[in-house]
């Protein structure tokens, strides 16, 4: 797991507060297509500037460690490959109650992490942050860098879809102006 250069150096994000919203991608960038959410936050953090209500964050495979990173979180939006059965590059986006009902049937390589931190932070009497699941069918799984044609052509649609739900949270994203 790391912090991604854009809010690494970033004084404000630097507190032991921890900011109102967190993006987390997860995944693992060597298996292909299971690499998706890291790919699509690097993209967030190479194309738009974020408040500082917003902390993004590479979460990688980092299972039960984010713990940490997610409690006291007022929202939480999670991007993720997901194994629905649908043809690749179909993309869900589940919110709140939808997300550990769907987690009965397996959606996800990192779900069992996700249910577990959720069950400990209510265990813990810890508040739930509201919940936002944006995921990606994948089509290869195997061991190999760099996501198929299919999630490559898709990954802006995850990374806008991101970007319209914290716009909707009334947080204003800007996109970057590349030079």
Do not use: W
Not at 158 to 177: F, M
């Amino acid at each position: 797991m790391q912090l991604l250069p854009s809010i690494q150096n970033d004084p404000l994000l630097q507190t032991n507060c921890a900011a109102p919203v967190l993006v987390l991608g997860l995944g693992n960038i060597l298996l292909h297509d299971e690499g998706v959410g890291v790919c699509a936050v690097q993209q967030l953090v190479h194309d738009y500037l974020f408040p500082q209500e917003v902390e993004i964050l590479d979460g990688g495979t980092a299972g039960m460690a984010l713990y940490e990173h997610i409690i006291d979180r007022t929202h939480l939006i999670v991007i993720d490959t997901v194994k629905t059965g649908n043809k690749p590059g179909t993309i869900v986006k589940l919110e709140d109650d939808e997300v550990p009902a769907y987690f009965h049937t397996k959606v996800s390589p990192h779900q069992l992490a996700l249910s577990d931190i959720l069950a400990a932070l209510q265990i813990s009497g810890a508040r739930l942050p509201a919940l936002t699941l944006i995921g990606i069918e994948p089509l290869v799984l195997k061991t190999g860098i760099g996501l198929s044609d299919i999630l490559s052509l898709r990954l802006e649609i995850l990374v806008q879809l991101t970007v319209n739900c914290l716009r909707q949270l009334g947080l204003a994203v800007e996109p970057k102006i590349m030079h």
